[in-house]
């Protein structure tokens, strides 16, 4: 079980070597906020495969969304993606994955930890950001802010099930070329975008370890290091590519070979290590850009 | 040094700008003038820009800017660059405990450079360093500057953890660890400055761009001045 807290990320630090952290899947993140009435950088919890059980100490307006762990509000069986209002008193609970992997769970006047630089995202491994800095335990008093309106009125707000994103356990994942894709041989290069790709078990929110066909480098499988987008594929010496995320060192020193679409980050922020698989397919910047925008505007349109 | 940057594509939100394909004072000194310049000169949509050894990585928000328009916008900073020139460098001291359990492969270094442990502590303090880059985890300080006669190579295999403050050697570098994690500089001292604190803005002592002197003391000095520091003085 890991439940952490987590908002958009802490922006403005990367040049003192602070990862960014943050949701892994954003998308998910702003729906949960955007249907309990919160702004789309209020911190809520994300919860990894296994839920924990959370007793409401007050009445609340709670919204879950990203992956599907069977949600159960006061032993009801409950549809995600949906505001719901919480009485006093009731448990939250989860069961069985039915698809993603990790489910956000926001509540109204959002996840009220103390900020570091800027944000309440927990940074596991630097022991900041959250509560203490770590993953929920048992005993954990969680503290909500305030909330501005009546909770029973957004109470049964759904979010439009045609914008619910199919989360796959072998999606097809969009990525640009770049920033090192002239270290690889184009066989190389035709490897990478024809393979698939295993998650591997030990990915977290650090990397995705992806086990497939080896890329071939032309030459050195180093560079002199530099900044890390979140989506960079790395492939080090061992040709085996990792993809970037949230809880990503700042800089690195492995040559990379793409970097993942930020509309496509959410679908593989849902894939399961040690199960999913992935393909990759190059497409161009505006077009990349053009599915970002289109994927912002739709929550626009929600709100 | 490369004649005209380079500028790489590093997803839909971010671009890089390469200067050059080595670590060297010139080029470092390039990418501090370019992040200085746009702090200076920023544009609608202009996110964090992160220096590197030889290149700049500059986020941007594509829902504001194409990547050609934040080219172009970076392009017109470039040329203006002249006009921003760099403030100061800071000057920071850091007070260091060579040797012994804080150093435990300076007579490696020493050995390996056919110098004495003496020789070690007094070149590696009386050189002046500047700040390439802060990294890999927070506050991880790589310095550039090291004399050449301390070059060593990494540990061939790293430690398990290195405690925070540790100063390593690394090929013809020098660096230091701000938090505990495993490490694979070779350690030849430690300092009980602060060099990141999460509660701090920045959280970091050192700042890309400054430059840097290491000051020796002693096991006494480095608790003393550890208590102090705990105790908030």
């Known amino acids: 079980m890991l439940t952490t807290v987590q908002d958009l990320g802490r922006y403005g630090y990367e040049r003192y070597g602070v990862p960014v952290s943050g949701a892994m899947d954003q998308f998910a993140l702003r729906a949960a906020n955007l249907l309990v009435g919160n702004p789309p950088h209020a911190a809520a919890l994300e919860i990894t495969l296994a839920g924990p059980t959370l007793r409401a100490t007050d009445k609340c307006l709670i919204a879950v969304t990203g992956a599907d762990l069977s949600l159960r509000v006061n032993d009801?069986?409950?549809?995600?993606?949906?505001?719901?209002?919480?009485?006093?008193?009731?448990?939250?609970?989860?069961?069985?994955?039915?698809?993603?992997?990790?489910a956000y769970l926001a509540v109204a006047g959002g996840i009220d930890v103390m900020p570091i630089m800027g944000s309440r995202s927990t940074y596991l491994s630097g022991g900041f950001g959250g509560v203490e800095g770590r993953a929920l335990r048992q005993g954990d008093v969680i503290p909500v802010g305030v909330v501005p309106f009546h909770l029973p009125e957004r109470a049964g707000r759904s979010f439009p099930s045609n914008l619910v994103p199919d989360y796959s356990d072998a999606p097809e994942i969009h990525v640009v070329l770049g920033p090192q894709d002239d270290y690889f041989t184009d066989e190389g290069m035709a490897t990478f975008l024809s393979g698939e790709y295993q998650v591997g078990p030990t990915s977290d929110r650090m990397g995705y370890r992806l086990q497939g066909p080896e890329i071939a480098h032309k030459g050195r499988a180093d560079i002199i290091s530099d900044g890390i987008p979140l989506g960079a594929v790395q492939v080090p010496a061992n040709r085996q590519p990792i993809v970037m995320m949230a809880d990503r060192q700042t800089t690195g020193g492995y040559p990379k070979i793409a970097t993942v679409i930020s509309a496509d980050i959410p679908l593989l922020a849902q894939c399961l290590p040690g199960q999913s698989t992935v393909r990759f397919e190059a497409i161009g910047v505006e077009e990349a850009q053009s599915r970002y925008r289109r994927m912002m505007k739709a929550l626009e349109e929600v709100r | 040094?490369?004649?005209?940057?380079?500028?790489?594509?590093?997803?839909?939100?971010?671009?890089?700008?390469?200067?050059?394909?080595?670590?060297?004072?010139?080029?470092?000194?390039?990418?501090?003038?370019?992040?200085?310049?746009?702090?200076?000169?920023?544009?609608?949509?202009?996110?964090?820009?992160?220096?590197?050894?030889?290149?700049?990585?500059?986020?941007?928000?594509?829902?504001?800017?194409?990547?050609?328009?934040?080219?172009?916008?970076?392009?017109?900073?470039?040329?203006?660059?002249?006009?921003?020139?760099?403030?100061?460098?800071?000057?920071?001291?850091?007070?260091?405990?060579?040797?012994?359990?804080?150093?435990p492969d300076t007579e490696f270094v020493a050995e390996h450079n056919g110098l004495s442990v003496e020789e070690v502590v007094r070149l590696h303090s009386g050189a002046t360093y500047t700040v390439y880059m802060l990294g890999f985890t927070p506050g991880f300080t790589y310095l550039g500057g090291l004399p050449e006669a301390l070059a060593t190579p990494r540990l061939p295999t790293p430690r398990k953890l290195v405690p925070a403050g540790s100063v390593g050697i690394a090929g013809s570098q020098t660096g230091m660890y701000a938090i505990t994690t495993p490490g694979g500089w070779r350690l030849i001292g430690r300092t009980p400055a602060t060099l990141f604190d999460p509660a701090r803005i920045p959280p970091t002592l050192l700042r890309p761009g400054d430059r840097v002197r290491f000051v020796p003391i002693s096991a006494e000095e480095f608790h003393t001045l550890m208590e102090g520091a705990k105790s908030g003085a």
């Open chain 1, 76 to 102: 009801w069986e409950m549809p995600p993606w949906m505001a719901i209002f919480v009485r006093q008193g009731w448990t939250i609970t989860f069961g069985d994955r039915k698809s993603g992997c990790r």
């Open chain 2, 1 to 103: 040094m490369y004649g005209e940057p380079r500028f790489l594509l590093a997803g839909d939100a971010a671009l890089v700008v390469e200067f050059g394909d080595e670590i060297s004072p010139e080029v470092n000194h390039r990418v501090h003038v370019l992040a200085h310049a746009l702090e200076q000169n920023p544009f609608p949509g202009l996110g964090e820009a992160v220096p590197t050894y030889r290149s700049l990585l500059v986020h941007y928000d594509p829902l504001c800017l194409s990547f050609e328009e934040a080219k172009t916008f970076v392009l017109d900073v470039l040329g203006k660059c002249e006009e921003i020139p760099l403030p100061e460098p800071r000057l920071v001291e850091i007070p260091t405990v060579y040797g012994g359990e804080f150093g």
